[in-house]
């Protein structure tokens, strides 16, 4: 059981790291952005990314990634492709005796301007998310997100969270009963979030998790 990474792209300045903050702040780990927000060039060998995947089970951005479309980072493609899919990230000999695993916990948000690597694979394993010229906001506009965003959101977000992460505890059949998906499990826990507190589940919440 897998779930494909976000990849957010295109024009600067549209949103693209926040979709990855947003993320972040469910799972109440925004604080730590010296740990959870990095560039490229902080994981761009297979140990330093491997080193990162380890640390945490909680989701990490990296930001600028367009370089994997150079063949120089191929192999960097190919251990990306494996950490979404399975619980090793790579492997490695310590001390030229030893073989150990290097897991792969956290999952990722990759966010850049360029495109996803055309590898089938890669993009497989991804959920690509273009952003043009139009998603441009104005100034008026990213001020006062950015005040909402302070005041409530990375604040509030840590609700769902919470829930998420209770919700599964005391209903563990869900992750283990191999016929529901992600996309499913997703969905099923927004809808009970809002039936704990007696609302009805909106019709959105379909379109959110697709």
Request: aromatic share 12%.
């Amino acid at each position: 059981k897998w779930i494909p990474w976000l990849y957010p792209y295109g024009w600067s300045n549209t949103g693209k790291t926040t979709l990855g903050d947003i993320c972040c702040c469910i799972w109440n780990c925004y604080q730590n952005k010296d740990s959870t927000i990095l560039p490229f060039t902080a994981v761009d060998t297979k140990a330093r990314l491997g080193e990162v995947l380890s640390k945490s089970t909680y989701p990490i951005i990296i930001n600028e990634v367009g370089q994997l479309n150079d063949d120089r980072y191929r192999d960097m493609v190919e251990m990306i492709k494996t950490a979404i899919t399975d619980p090793i990230a790579r492997k490695k000999f310590v001390n030229k005796t030893n073989y150990i695993d290097i897991p792969s916990f956290s999952p990722s948000i990759l966010t850049g301007n360029p495109a996803p690597p055309y590898d089938t694979g890669f993009r497989r394993r991804i959920i690509p998310i273009i952003f043009t010229e139009k998603d441009q906001y104005s100034h008026e506009e990213i001020n006062s997100f950015e005040n909402l965003f302070d005041k409530r959101i990375k604040n509030e977000l840590k609700i769902l969270g919470d829930f998420t992460v209770n919700y599964i505890m005391e209903n563990q059949e869900i992750l283990l009963d191999g016929k529901i998906d992600w996309k499913e499990i997703g969905e099923h826990i927004l809808e009970q979030m809002f039936h704990s507190v007696g609302k009805k589940a909106p019709e959105w919440i379909k379109f959110f998790v697709e």
